[in-house]
């Protein structure tokens, strides 16, 4: 599985930006998928998660009543959401998918990730 985001840019505080991730190859598994991110010299860390349904989300408190993730099955494409940004969500932005139904707060449990796309929110 290839994943490729987009989306990222810079924008100013309290601003909103969509990032987008389209997944390619063995699409046809079942795959929970995750946004993380990964600010300049700090750990990567979880965002947001969802199920391959699509009905299950979960959210790190740092972003939750801010970023909505979603995705659509059709279009092998996962969304983030992210309005009323902050500066310190400044950061790169990864998906990955898990292999299996459920979402996952963990970056051990996911199989495949992509490049990353920046997010920088000024201040």
């Known amino acids: 599985v290839q994943l490729v985001e987009s989306g990222g840019g810079l924008v100013q505080a309290g601003g909103s930006l969509r990032l987008s991730c389209a997944a390619s190859g063995r699409t046809r598994s079942s795959y929970a998928m995750g946004w993380f991110r990964q600010a300049p010299g700090k750990e990567r860390e979880f965002v947001a998660t969802?199920?391959?349904?699509?009905?299950?989300?979960y959210y790190a408190d740092s972003v939750k009543g801010r970023f909505t993730i979603s995705r659509d099955n059709a279009k092998n494409t996962v969304y983030l959401q992210m309005n009323s940004l902050k500066p310190e969500d400044t950061a790169v932005y990864y998906c990955?998918?898990?292999?299996?139904?459920?979402?996952?707060?963990?970056?051990?449990?996911?199989?495949?990730w992509g490049q990353g796309t920046q997010v920088t929110v000024s201040s």
């Open positions: 969802i199920s391959w349904s699509g009905t299950s989300t």
């Open positions: 990955a998918a898990a292999k299996g139904f459920s979402g996952s707060y963990y970056i051990s449990d996911y199989d495949y």
